[in-house]
Every structure is written in structure tokens, then in C-alpha cells.
């Protein structure tokens, strides 16, 4: 089976997942999307889950499939589970998080002078890299309620990554020129999320 539809497969598969969870879990749960994912055309959607009154887990899905102009890609899927302690309540106010995430990515072709904490985005400009990666990070957030089942929430947060790619010079030809390994520490999470608390 094609390596897509299997990405495909998977993201509806955890999309579904999410929602039957999320049925059995009602007065206690939130649906979500990150507007930062969105406005970069990704699809996204992330559930939470009460489990005691200062505890929630927050679980997200996101999938971008999309080539663009002159053959620029930014593919990829990825999971974000998270941990969360909410120093007022849940669903409300300042909260603290730990997170997990892993994932599959095909990006290239995109003009970047980007440099952060010794990450040098600028080969992503003539070169495609497709791989993996897994991690972990933490994170601060807080929860605006904005009425009886509205909330506007926003978090960032550092960490981790192990990435394995490998490296091509083209978009579109699978002349592989070289695989590595990178070792990635900063931000593994940026959110603004419109939030619908059931």
C-alpha cells in the first residue's frame, strides 16, 4: 500500500478514535482546532478528557498533505498527546503540560534564512527531506471562557525532537543524496485554539 494512503488511513482512523472517546466522555471533555495549524493549512483536531478536577489529557491529530507552487512541501502527520495540570480548573485559567509527539514529514523547497538554537532551516531552500520523528516537551498555556461552551485558548511550548531523514536534492526525484540524524531542541508547540468544552 501506498505510503499516503496509509497516512491517510491512519489520520481518519485517529480522528475517529477521538470522536467515539469523546462520546463517553461528555461534561467532562473539549473539542479543539489551533488556528496556527490552520492558517497553515493544516488540518487538525484535538480532543481533551477530564480526569480529576486539576487534570486533563489533551490528545491532537494533524495532518498536512498539500504541495505547493513550484513543488514547495510542507507534508506531514503527527500526533501530540499531552498531560495537563490546571492550576484553578479545568478548562479554566493557567495550566502547565507535558508532552509527546511523533510523526512522518516530506518537506522541501522552501525559501528560509530561518536560524534558532543552532536549527538551520535554509537547506529546507534546495533540498526535500522525508523521515520521522519523536519527542517530548513542556509547555504553559491558559484557557479564556468565553461563555457557557466557548473557551479561546493559546500555549507554547519547548522541547525535543529525534528526527531520521532522508535527503534529496530535487522535489520530486527519489535520487536520495544523503540520511542523517538531527537532534532538535526549541519550540515543539505553538497553539491558539478555538475550544468547544462539552
Same mark, same amino acid.
Given at each position: 500500500?501506498? $505510503? @499516503?494512503?496509509?497516512?491517510? +488511513?491512519? #489520520?481518519?482512523?485517529?480522528?475517529?478514535?477521538?470522536?467515539? &472517546?469523546?462520546?463517553?466522555?461528555? *461534561?467532562?471533555?473539549?473539542?479543539?482546532?489551533?488556528?496556527? %495549524?490552520?492558517?497553515?493549512? &493544516?488540518?487538525?483536531?484535538?480532543?481533551?478528557?477530564?480526569?480529576?478536577?486539576?487534570?486533563?489529557?489533551?490528545?491532537?491529530?494533524?495532518? =498536512?498533505?498539500?504541495? !505547493?507552487?513550484?513543488?514547495?512541501?510542507?507534508?506531514?502527520?503527527?500526533? *501530540?498527546?499531552?498531560?495537563? %495540570?490546571?492550576?484553578?480548573?479545568?478548562?479554566?485559567?493557567? !495550566?502547565?503540560?507535558?508532552?509527546?509527539?511523533?510523526? *512522518?514529514?516530506?518537506?522541501?523547497?522552501?525559501?528560509?534564512?530561518?536560524? #534558532?538554537?543552532? =536549527?538551520? #532551516?535554509?537547506?529546507?531552500?534546495?533540498?526535500?527531506?522525508?523521515?520521522? #520523528?519523536?519527542?517530548?516537551?513542556?509547555?504553559?498555556?491558559? @484557557?479564556?471562557?468565553?461563555? $457557557?461552551?466557548?473557551? /479561546?485558548?493559546?500555549? /507554547?511550548?519547548?522541547?525535543?525532537?529525534?528526527? +531520521?531523514?532522508?535527503?534529496?536534492?530535487?522535489?520530486?526525484?527519489?535520487? $536520495?543524496?544523503? $540520511?542523517?540524524?538531527?537532534?532538535?531542541?526549541?519550540?515543539?508547540?505553538?497553539?491558539? @485554539?478555538?475550544? %468547544?468544552?462539552?
Amino acid at each position: 500500500m501506498h $505510503k @499516503s494512503h496509509k497516512m491517510h +488511513r491512519l #489520520f481518519l482512523g485517529l480522528v475517529i478514535i477521538l470522536a467515539s &472517546t469523546f462520546t463517553a466522555h461528555a *461534561q467532562k471533555a473539549a473539542l479543539k482546532t489551533n488556528l496556527l %495549524y490552520d492558517a497553515t493549512t &493544516t488540518f487538525n483536531l484535538g480532543a481533551e478528557f477530564g480526569l480529576s478536577p486539576k487534570w486533563t489529557l489533551d490528545v491532537s491529530a494533524n495532518y =498536512n498533505p498539500w504541495t !505547493f507552487n513550484d513543488n514547495k512541501k510542507w507534508k506531514h502527520w503527527f500526533v *501530540q498527546p499531552e498531560a495537563r %495540570y490546571w492550576l484553578c480548573e479545568k478548562f479554566n485559567g493557567h !495550566f502547565f503540560g507535558f508532552h509527546l509527539h511523533g510523526g *512522518q514529514y516530506n518537506v522541501g523547497h522552501i525559501d528560509t534564512s530561518f536560524k #534558532f538554537l543552532g =536549527n538551520d #532551516f535554509e537547506a529546507l531552500k534546495d533540498h526535500r527531506f522525508e523521515g520521522w #520523528f519523536v519527542g517530548a516537551g513542556i509547555g504553559y498555556g491558559y @484557557s479564556w471562557v468565553l461563555g $457557557k461552551h466557548w473557551n /479561546i485558548e493559546a500555549e /507554547i511550548a519547548l522541547g525535543y525532537a529525534y528526527i +531520521r531523514y532522508d535527503k534529496y536534492k530535487c522535489g520530486t526525484c527519489g535520487s $536520495k543524496v544523503g $540520511k542523517g540524524v538531527h537532534n532538535y531542541v526549541g519550540p515543539t508547540k505553538a497553539a491558539l @485554539s478555538l475550544v %468547544y468544552v462539552f
